[in-house]
C-alpha cells in the first residue's frame, strides 16, 4: 500500500546490501533485550511482506520463553494477516495494532492507493479466531474520514478491538498539504462527546495514547497527540530502521548508525557502546507543526521509514 498522509506514490527503495539480514535484525533485537528493553513491536512498511519473516518471530519467541521479554507485537496494514495469523498467535503474539482508515471500500482503496479492504478484514477475522487481540489505528484526515469516526468506533467496540485516532504526523514531501488534511483531536473528542460519555481512564500500553471509556459501547478510545497535546514527557521509544538507523524520537532527525558495528565485530561490545551513547542522547520531545500552507515537514524522511 501507498498511504496518501504516509508515503509518495513513487518510492525509491533501498539496495539489499543496505537493509539488515532477518539475522542481524535478530541479533540487534535480542541486544536490546539484553539491556532491559521487554517490549517489541515489528513495524514497516508492512512486515509480514518480509520473506522469511515468521523465521524472525519465531527466532525472537525464545526471549517470550525466558521471560527476558514481556510482549512480541507488531503493527500491520492487515493485507498479509489472513495467511499469518495463526502462526503469529503460536509464536507468543497475543495483540497487535491495525492500521485502518476507513470502513468504505472505496475510498479505503484511495488513501492506501490501491488497497483491498475485503482482503483486510479477512485478515481481522482470522487473527480474533486465532485469539489475538487488535486494535485498530485510524489516521483522522479532514474532509476524508472524519466523518466515519463514530461508525468506525462503534464497529471496533462492537467486535471487542479498542479504536486509536491519530492526528496526521508531518514526516517527508507528500503530494497532498499537511494542513489540509489535518484536523485536531481536541475538536473531534469534543463533537464525540456530544454523542457519547467519555470517561479517562488509567490504561496505559507503554505508548503514546490516551484512552477513555466509551460508556455507551464499553470500549477504550485512544487518542494520539502530537500536535494538540504532546506526550513526550512520558515516551520511553525508540525506533530501529530496517538499515539498523537508530532514532531515538519520531520527531527528530538525530540517529545513531548501528548497522556499522553490528557488522564490524561478532562481539557486541561495540554495538552496546554505541546504543548506550545513543539513548543518552534521547531529545525531550519533537517539533511537529502543521499551521501552515508550504510549510516543510518537520523532518525529510517518510513515516514508513522508521515505521509506526
Known amino acids: 500500500m501507498r498511504c496518501v498522509y504516509c ?101 479505503f482503496r484511495t488513501i492506501t492507493r490501491w488497497g483491498d479492504l475485503s482482503q483486510v478484514m479477512r485478515g481481522v477475522d482470522a487473527a480474533q479466531t486465532a485469539g489475538i487481540a487488535l486494535k485498530i489505528n485510524m489516521v483522522v484526515l479532514k474532509g476524508v474520514n472524519d466523518a466515519e469516526i463514530p461508525a468506525m468506533l462503534e464497529w471496533a467496540h462492537g467486535r471487542e478491538m479498542d479504536l486509536t485516532l491519530i492526528e496526521v504526523m508531518p514526516l517527508g514531501s507528500i503530494e497532498a498539504e499537511r494542513v489540509d488534511q489535518f484536523l485536531p483531536l481536541t475538536i473531534v473528542e469534543q463533537q464525540l462527546s456530544q454523542r457519547y460519555t467519555l ?19 464499553g470500549g ?26 537508530l532514532y531515538m524520537c ?21 554495538l552496546n557502546e554505541t546504543i548506550e551513547a545513543a539513548i543518552a542522547r534521547k531529545p525531550k520531545g519533537h517539533d511537529f507543526i502543521v499551521d501552515r500552507k508550504g510549510a516543510k515537514p518537520a523532518v525529510t524522511r517518510h513515516m514508513s521509514v522508521t515505521g509506526g
Open 250 to 270: 519520531l520527531g527528530q532527525e538525530d540517529a545513531a548508525d548501528l548497522r556499522a558495528p553490528l557488522r564490524a565485530s561478532q562481539s557486541d561490545d561495540l
Open 199 to 217: 470517561q479517562p481512564i488509567d490504561y496505559k500500553t507503554g505508548g503514546p495514547a490516551r484512552y477513555l471509556r466509551v460508556a455507551e459501547t
Open 220 to 245: 477504550r478510545l485512544g487518542l494520539i497527540t502530537p500536535h494538540t497535546h504532546n506526550f513526550c514527557e512520558g515516551c520511553n521509544r525508540v525506533r530501529v530502521t530496517c538499515t539498523g538507523t
Open 7 to 107: 508515503m509518495s506514490e513513487d518510492m525509491n527503495f533501498l539496495p539489499k546490501r543496505d537493509v539488515l539480514t532477518l539475522e542481524e535484525l535478530d541479533r540487534l533485537c535480542t541486544a536490546f533485550i539484553n539491556r532491559g528493553v521487554s517490549r517489541l513491536r515489528i513495524t514497516g512498511g508492512e512486515p509480514l511482506v518480509r520473506r522469511g519473516i515468521l523465521s524472525f518471530f519465531t527466532s525472537l519467541s525464545r526471549h517470550l520463553e525466558s521471560g527476558l521479554l514481556r510482549e512480541l507485537t507488531l503493527t500491520t496494514n492487515g493485507s498479509q494477516l489472513a495467511a499469518h495469523a495463526a502462526d503469529l498467535a503460536a509464536l507468543g503474539v497475543r495483540r497487535l495494532n491495525l492500521s485502518m482508515d476507513t470502513l468504505d471500500a472505496q475510498k
